[in-house]
């Protein structure tokens, strides 16, 4: 007797519908796409028991024709495609005609719909593979997809999935992963009877994620949209600034085509945007829409449809990162007073403060602090105002006033006895022995001494790279895999001003370095062991660490003539951060410093 037999019709359908359905959140990812598809203004979902129970989209779209109604649901049935050429230019975000027969092979799916050009209503119910007649009861407009009891006939599966409140959970984050590309499109969530997600239509895609962004505390004056033409493509970018930040990745959003997709090498786009920006350890909050040529698109390569190939993504990555680099602005924090307290207006809100507060949200809409009430030190949240984005221009112009007053050339280490319509820069102090404390009218300055310093070293090793030899050779023992990478790469160390030679085999010498590295030497070599970059990459990372090491240190006293000389620097660079992205320079302002203690006149 033979060994091989042709599956039973319906075990075949769910081995198939498991690699689309996996949990309730798969449910709702499909329906939405089919009643985005539909071109419907007004979307609202329902779940029961986490989607388990109970799980459906309504919407006010087009609907579907009683002859339709005949043929949906079973495998490979979509208005989406109708040639082999279709495939190549997909303009739907459903389109294999999977999803509802998978639904359907899985629990018990009911489609009601009314066709908005007949008026005819029809609905179908396909109660796990097997199919029921069709009837004539619909909602007024539109098309309302059920699923019920989903996996029950398949225990093995329903005993994978998780509580309900965590299945809810993962469905609201699929919710608002289809609704921020969207934003002319109503989105209402009800889970168990109660309204948690109320996203009315927006006339823009940055108001729409504000509705996010607020949730998470984050201020419209922390956030800039972006826009680029490119020869086949634009892309439009809404990201929060040097003020708020978080330890991961997942606010890094990726569009493609208005789908949210898992495209590593575009999140790598946008944190090299972000550069020095953010310190390191910190991810930006970024939602990239990038709407390209269909004929360049192919999402045909994921059954949850989750990843992408684009022909043109080298291009495309080179675009995101550029629009970052040129329009997201750093922020200087300020100390401000709030509700009789004070606090900084620059640190990102406390994550774990969050994290246990977002389970007591009903509604991800934004609702600032009631006046009159006093917050408790955890809630105590930071925000950026705007960057005064001419203080360093200013003290560089009242330097060159100075000058030409006193008829002589400007003088970098005269910046300290600059004046603006009488307003000193006036060197006070060290505190702590960390931070140097200076005043200029009605503004007082706290710099991070060692940043701020490692920041000047920084510069000045970019644009003076002199070389001193070693009067004995430093020695690098290389595994295969080092050696390698020297041989191919000792002349990007060469420009650097480190000089590398191949004594033998796996064995490499350095006969000179730049003057201000003599006395990090084993923190060069560890450096040249461990190193893995491009000639520009390999450059800005060796010279934040020389600048690290030879900076002034916390905990350095420092003496007054000094710490005047590196404060006329501060206040001449371009960007107010160290090489890791960490911004050094505080702000105090006289009005507020008098808030704080109760002094209004």
Known sequence: MGRINLLDPLLSSRIAAGEVIERPQSVLRELLDNALDAGGSEIRVELDGGGIDRLSVADNGSGIAREDILLIGSRHATSKLHTQDDLYSIETLGFRGEALYSIGAVSRLTIASRDSETGEGSTLTIDNGERSGITSAAPDRGTVVASEDLFGSIPARRAFLKRPSSEAALCRSMLIAKALAFPSVRFTLVVDGAIRLDWPACSSIKERVMYLYRSEEIADADTEELHYDGEDYSIDIVAGNSAVKRSDRKEIRIYVNNRPVEEYSLVQAVCYGYGELLPGGAFPYAAVFIHDNPELVDFNIHPAKKEVKLRNKAEIHHAITVMLQNGIKRKIPEISPLQGEFYLEGAKRNESVFRAESGKRNATHYSPQPAGKTLEMSERISIYKEKDTGWLEKAKALKESHDRAMGSQPQRNAGMKMEEEGKPIRYIGQAFRLFLICERGDELYLVDQHAAHERILYDELLSQKTVQPLLVPMEIEADA????????????????????????????????????????????????????????????????????KAAIKAGDEIDRWSAESLLDKVFSLREPACPHGRTFLIKLTEKNLREMVGRTV
């Open 481 to 548: 895999i080092l050696d390698g990478f020297l041989s191919e790469h000792s002349e990007v160390y060469t420009k650097l001003g480190i000089m590398l030679s191949r004594r033998s085999d796996g064995i490499w010498e350095v006969t000179a370095l730049p003057s201000s590295c003599r006395s990090i030497e084993t923190e060069i070599r560890d450096f040249i062991c461990s190193a893995r970059y491009d000639e520009a990459e390999l450059e800005a990372k060796l010279f934040a660490v020389i600048a690290c």
